[in-house]
């Protein structure tokens, strides 16, 4: 038995194609796009017989159905209430695999249906596919359906740790869904797989003695998620289109074609590198530079039901950003403008520029915006900066003055949050490459020289 896991780096988790054996394949939790599953199989000269769900996901939209199109049968908690079909699973169900066998175990806690699958050959076991119930170094959060659910649901994780999977052989290979990346997760470590025996050891969460400080550790360490996650559960409860191992081609669009659409309400979403953005942009945009997180961030900024059109160059991947926004529930933009920004010029149309500066080039009489995570900005931060998370901008932009110097990590959300200020109508915003240890290190020795 062979085990691929198939890793978004960008959403922060795994996939896995599983061999059985037999000439099939098993494919756990799979995002959107079924090529990365039908490449691994083929790879290994095997036919995707199962696919399998441990939850309803609410950070991507299932590829389930695009591997059911190809013939694959879906295996989902009874729970999920899925509207199509599929084989729905309880606590202690047993599949025949052909020679393997697959257990489903039920561990409400990151959602109330989650269910994780133990397979065995014979009585023996040989891997514990987790979800998110257990993942390396932490757990899946459980606020993501409601309030009123989230302590109820922490302390159904505890339980179902505790009393379902730490009972398992401290050798058994653990493969969550989840890790270090994700905004379903708290406390992850850098590793993607894990074992039983591990996690007993060295998991922070698995060290406390009680539930009710397990539940109140746990609650303590929600951060921020994505706005689109209230919304997938029922995406992926409803069932997605399904596109093949193709998606949808952007229709060309001109110049004009994109000002009128503009015009008309739609948003322009600028996924160029951050230094070709602020050389020159159609006023208005979005900056999310094309790269893994580009869905995570369109996702959390962007309305869904706007109409999209899309500015990219020739040497950016396509296929992969739309792919991107499939996973997160946008279904295909409007389209490319063609030649870009450039064609834009061309037609006589303005542009914008936004400053972007090295670290060494920030000012110490201009106030500073560091727009990363709370846990980011926890673990070290510039004294005297202002701290606003990218996903809450724009709600905060009017209380921001003019002249604010935006930063974050490497400068691809800092340009984002400038995007979103200039809509707003801050003027004379400047976005530092920067982290926060380069923009001190810069602001000592400017001080320094006074």
């Known amino acids: 038995m062979g085990i691929v896991p198939i890793i978004d780096t960008g959403l922060g988790n795994s996939s896995y194609v599983v061999d059985l054996g037999d000439g099939s394949a098993l494919v756990v939790d799979p995002e959107r796009d079924p090529g990365p599953y039908l490449r691994a199989a083929e790879e290994l000269n095997l036919e995707p017989r199962f696919t399998i769900e441990t939850h309803l996901h609410a950070d991507f939209v299932s590829g389930s159905r695009e591997l059911m199109a190809g013939g694959a049968a879906l295996l989902a908690p009874a729970g999920s209430d899925l509207s199509f079909d599929y084989q729905r699973l309880d606590d202690g169900d047993e599949i025949d695999l052909g020679g393997l066998t697959l257990r489903a175990l039920a561990t409400p806690g990151h959602t109330p249906e989650h269910l994780a ?7 023996e076991p040989l891997a514990l596919f987790s979800g998110g119930t257990l993942i390396a170094g932490g757990v899946a959060r459980t606020d993501l359906l409601s309030p009123d659910l989230t302590e109820p649901l922490a302390r159904a994780a505890y339980r179902s740790i505790h009393d379902r999977l730490l009972v398992l052989p401290d050798d058994l290979p653990v493969y969550p869904t989840h890790g270090a990346g994700s905004f379903c997760s708290i406390a992850p470590t850098g590793e993607r797989t894990t074992t039983i025996g591990r996690e007993r050891r060295s998991n922070p969460l698995l060290q406390i003695d009680t539930e009710d400080e397990f539940v ?60 070709r953005y602020a050389a020159g942009h159609i006023s208005g945009s979005l900056s999310i530079e094309l790269r893994d997180q580009f869905g995570t961030w369109l996702g959390w900024l ?21 792919w991107q926004m499939l996973n997160v529930g946008f279904e295909p933009p409007r389209g490319r403008l063609v030649g870009g920004i450039r064609a834009w ?14 670290s060494g080039d920030i000012r110490a009489d201009r106030p500073i915006v560091d727009v990363r995570q709370l846990s980011e900005w926890q673990a070290n931060h510039v004294a005297g ?19 604010v110097q935006v930063q974050c990590g490497h400068g691809q959300r800092a340009m984002t949050a400038a995007s979103l200020l200039e809509q707003a109508g801050v003027d004379a915003v400047t976005v530092t490459t920067g982290g926060p240890t380069d923009v001190a290190t810069a602001l000592a020795g400017d001080h320094s020289q006074r």
């Open 117 to 123: 699958y133990l397979l065995l050959d014979g009585t």
């Open 345 to 358: 010029r061309a037609a006589g149309l303005p542009t914008v520029q936004t400053d972007l500066i090295p």
């Open 385 to 403: 900066a202002i701290h606003i998370e990218l996903g809450d901008i724009s709600a905060k932009a009017t209380e921001l003055p003019a002249g």
């Open 216 to 275: 109140a550790t746990l609650l303590g360490g929600l951060g921020s998620y994505p706005t689109y996650f209230g919304r997938l559960r029922d995406v992926n409860r409803a069932g997605p289109a399904v596109y093949g191992v193709e998606p949808p081609a952007l229709p060309p669009l001109s110049s004009e074609e994109v000002k009128s659409l503009q015009g008309d309400g739609a948003l322009v979403v600028d996924g160029r590198p951050i230094d």
């Open 302 to 322: 962007a309305d869904p039901n706007r109409p999209i059109v899309i500015v990219v160059d020739d040497d950016q991947d396509i296929t992969n950003l739309v």
